[in-house]
């Protein structure tokens, strides 16, 4: 007596081998190192020691790969940053933090991708305007605790603060890219956020 009349299906094609997070792990130190702009799919490929097929059958598209390097940037370094911005701490130790980072990440990746926005993928684009919004927020928030505590100039929109806070620090990033020595960067910083103290 048969057990059963159905043939065992044998399952096609080779088995899974590719790790996901050593690939996103390589196409983040590329795309931060390098730039976005400088970085193609067959430079991740090699890299990684992976196939062109095999990695967008894992991540569908360059615009997938994308995503997931932003998210994993985003838990890695935005996300702890973003941690000390909502703490309770005094307006001006906050503020040497986020100088700090500056010289710490001056090859922000966030960055990078928002200058390259309009070449990036729809999942892509979706992720970086999640995070500015979340990092606008956060920031607002920071400048309305340091005004409930009279740390911060009440007549400065907060709007406003935010808008100018992160211009500066992309400013300064630039200056770094542009070869500036590191105490004329943080002089600078230090001159421009001297308006809120």
Avoid at 173 to 196: C, M, P, Y
């Amino acid at each position: 007596k048969s057990v059963s009349s159905h043939p065992i299906q044998i399952p096609r094609g080779r088995p899974k081998t590719l790790d996901c997070q050593q690939i996103i792990e390589k196409a983040l130190k590329a795309y931060w190192n390098e730039g976005v702009d400088n970085t193609s799919i067959n430079d991740i490929c090699r890299l990684a020691k992976v196939s062109k097929p095999g990695l967008y059958r894992e991540f569908g598209n360059q615009d997938g790969l994308m995503k997931a390097v932003i998210l994993e940037y985003e838990k890695q370094v935005l996300t702890p940053h973003l941690k000390i911005l909502a703490k309770d701490n005094p307006f001006r130790e906050t503020l040497d933090h986020v100088i700090s980072l500056v010289l710490s990440d001056k090859e922000c990746l966030y960055e990078n991708m928002r200058k390259s926005w309009s070449n990036l993928g729809i999942q892509t684009q979706e992720q970086i305007d999640r995070i500015h919004e979340e990092i606008s927020a956060t920031y607002g928030e920071w400048i309305e605790r340091a005004k409930d505590k009279g740390e911060f100039d009440l007549e400065i929109p907060t709007k406003i603060a935010v808008t100018y806070i992160i211009s500066q620090l992309s400013s300064a990033r630039h200056q770094f890219v542009q070869g500036d020595k590191t105490e004329d960067v943080i002089a600078v910083l230090n001159l421009a956020f001297s308006v809120f103290l």
